[in-house]
């Protein structure tokens, strides 16, 4: 069974940063594209960034691009997603999700909840 | 603002036959795979249809989804209590930075 476990959310103060970790099992990570999906609070979905099998191919939102990073380490089947410059614009649940090669998401983490307040 | 355009509400009552327009572009739908997605408030999303009309085991069969063009729609039949949520269409953009593109959502209240 597939199984995405999302850690790292909390509350950050604006211009703050935070690493958010997706822990993979139920299948063999480096097999497969990697997501971030943000959802603001009462909002709709919004893809935020993807990485390819062995992380050569990555890209992002516009939104983001600049102050996030995503990186994946396969041997220990985690993905990360570190954020920078976090602006109140950011406060979402992160929900890390598995990729069906150029397609959207065919599996989803619970997701982490990130605050940016002061 | 998404470019996926979905209807922001639906409704049907118990039994009857719902459908649920996703409307996109050359580049999103019109190239590309639609994706379905059920989430239940304060819930993760839950794969409800791939690669335009394909179910996931467990999903039920009064659940179907269609594409012509660049436009899709997901249809529920037998309508139940259960199937209030919000569903959202998602696809991959060859044009845009934003590679997976989602709806903006549908709630659908069951009357």
């Known amino acids: 069974e597939v199984q995405l476990v999302e850690s790292g959310g909390g509350l950050v103060q604006p211009g703050g940063s935070l690493r958010l970790s997706c822990a993979a099992s139920g299948f063999t990570l480096r097999g497969y594209w990697m997501h971030w999906v943000r959802q603001a609070p009462g909002k709709g979905l919004v893809w935020v960034s993807r990485i390819n099998g062995d992380g050569s191919s990555i890209s992002y939102a516009d939104s983001v691009k600049g102050r996030f990073t995503i990186s994946r380490d396969n041997a220990k089947n985690t993905l990360y997603l570190q954020m920078n410059s976090l602006s109140a614009e950011d406060t979402a649940v992160y929900y890390c999700?598995?990729?069906?090669?150029?397609?959207?998401?065919?599996?989803w983490g619970q997701g982490t909840l990130v605050t940016v307040s002061s | 603002q998404s470019v996926l355009t979905q209807p922001p509400s639906a409704s049907g009552t118990p039994g009857q036959r719902v459908t649920i327009s996703c409307s996109g572009s050359?580049?999103?739908?019109?190239?590309?795979?639609v994706y379905w997605y059920r989430q239940i408030p304060g819930t993760a999303p839950k794969l409800l249809i791939y690669?335009?009309?394909q179910r996931p085991s467990g999903v039920p069969d009064r659940f179907s989804g269609s594409k012509s063009g660049t436009s899709a729609s997901l249809a529920i039949s037998g309508l139940r209590s259960e199937d209030e949520a919000d569903y959202y269409c998602a696809a991959w953009d060859d044009s845009l930075s934003a590679h997976v593109l989602f709806g903006g959502g549908t709630k659908l209240t069951v009357l």
């Open positions: 050359g580049s999103s739908i019109g190239s590309n795979n």
């Open positions: 999700a598995r990729g069906d090669g150029y397609n959207p998401p065919d599996s």
């Open positions: 690669r335009n009309n």
